[in-house]
T-cell receptor, first 115, second 110 residues
């Protein structure tokens, strides 16, 4: 009964490169949420997706960041032309469709370091 | 919008009781959650309140007052392993999305 799976656990990129972060939700979950956590800070909401749909992207930076959750395969958070300020832990959580009972369960995160 | 406040840091002694407060001002409300996060790890779910009152779960309890926009997490019989950040989060009316406070870093000393 695997939980939310994220990979890679650690990712190092040079300034200007692209970063791709993957999230496989728990079995049966069709909703995915991405959060970013800067060092010594709380989690900041980025984007909420369902299969093939972006529901809420109010927390996404306007440029360089994009997210998708295709019909098949994991959700991808893509950061183009990374800068040092993108260095953070990126956490993914998933939930069943329109359920307000269970709390969100998070994956172990991807720690992005931009050099 | 959502505004969630909690103290940045707290220190307590092993075996003691500590209360971590959280106040919130939100446009919608459908539950308040507490998560524990050890350094470098994922947040793990601790407790959840949607109605006013106290929810008890072993050494951990959480209280909610919706009219005051206030919650606290109570940790009893503190252990060294309880040293972690404690995150307060509010769920809005739209579903499962959580908005988090900045977290309270708790240090437990011998």
């Amino acid at each position: 009964n695997a939980g939310v799976m994220q990979n890679p656990r650690h990712l190092v990129r040079r300034r200007g490169q692209e970063a791709r972060l993957r999230c496989s939700p728990m079995k049966g979950h069709s909703h995915v949420y991405w959060y970013r956590q800067l060092p010594e800070e709380g989690l900041k909401f980025m984007v909420y997706l369902q299969k093939e749909n972006i529901i809420d992207e109010s927390g996404m930076p306007k440029e360089r960041f994009s997210a998708e959750f295709p019909k098949e395969g994991p959700s991808i958070l893509r950061i183009q032309q990374v800068v040092r300020g993108d260095s953070a832990a990126y956490f993914c959580a998933s939930s069943p469709p329109r359920s307000t009972g269970p709390p969100l369960h998070f994956g172990n995160g991807t720690r992005l370091t931009v050099t | 919008g959502q505004n969630i406040d909690q103290p940045t840091e707290m220190t307590a002694t092993e075996g003691a009781i500590v209360q971590i407060n959280c106040t919130y001002q939100t446009s919608g409300f459908n539950g308040l959650f507490w998560y524990q996060q050890h350094a470098g790890e994922a947040p793990t779910f601790l407790s959840y309140n949607v109605l006013d009152g106290l929810e008890e779960k072993g050494r951990f309890s959480s209280f909610l007052s919706r009219s005051k926009g206030y919650s606290y997490l109570l940790l009893k019989e503190l252990q060294m392993k309880d040293s972690a950040s404690y995150l307060c989060a509010v769920r809005d009316n739209a579903g499962n999305m959580l908005t988090f406070g900045g977290g309270t870093r708790l240090m437990v000393k011998p």
